[in-house]
């Protein structure tokens, strides 16, 4: 219950709850592909911008995989290792094995299809569920991952009764 309302039944929330109701119901989707296989997962490693935005999202409840753009190399050589390291599989549940997170900035949108591009030119499929719900219901309130964390603890109030 967040403010005495029941977060299941979204058709009576108003507009900032809803939308705090779908952002974390994209979350817990995500926390689920990203958890290792033996831990009931799909072992989908996420890509955001920096180390900002990986402690924001392990405060969410993200154990698994995360890469960050920005280890001093350029996007050819990053796009390289993923292709390496994670292949052009689809991961067990048939949807794209990477979740593609940057930010829904001006940086983060030239980013998100840089990679999206040279990803998909080596067969290589992207998840940008997450992003597009995030960027959707925090429009208003931020345009980063990273800033998320400010709705944290509302948010991981909500996820667990979803």
């Known amino acids: 219950m967040v403010n005495g309302v029941n977060m299941i039944r979204k058709k009576n929330l108003n507009t900032k709850e809803e939308r705090l109701f779908l952002a ?16 009931g997962g799909y072992n989908c490693p996420i890509l955001v911008e920096g180390i900002n935005d990986v402690k924001c999202l392990r405060v969410l409840g993200f154990l698994g995989i995360i890469e960050t753009v ?36 001006r940086t983060g949108e030239v980013l998100q299809k840089s990679f999206t591009n040279r990803l998909n030119s080596m067969d290589v499929k992207v998840d940008d569920s997450l992003r597009n719900s995030l960027s959707r219901q925090f429009k208003y309130e931020c345009k980063t991952v990273e800033s998320i964390i400010s709705f944290s603890d509302t948010l991981l109030e909500i996820i667990p009764q979803i």
């Open 24 to 39: 974390a119901k994209a979350i817990k989707e995500s926390i689920i592909r990203n958890l290792p296989i033996e831990d």
């Open 70 to 105: 920005n280890k001093g190399w350029d996007r050819p050589r990053m796009v390289a290792y993923l292709h390496e390291t994670y292949g052009a599989k689809l991961a067990i549940d048939g949807l794209p094995r990477i979740i593609l997170l940057m930010d829904w900035d």
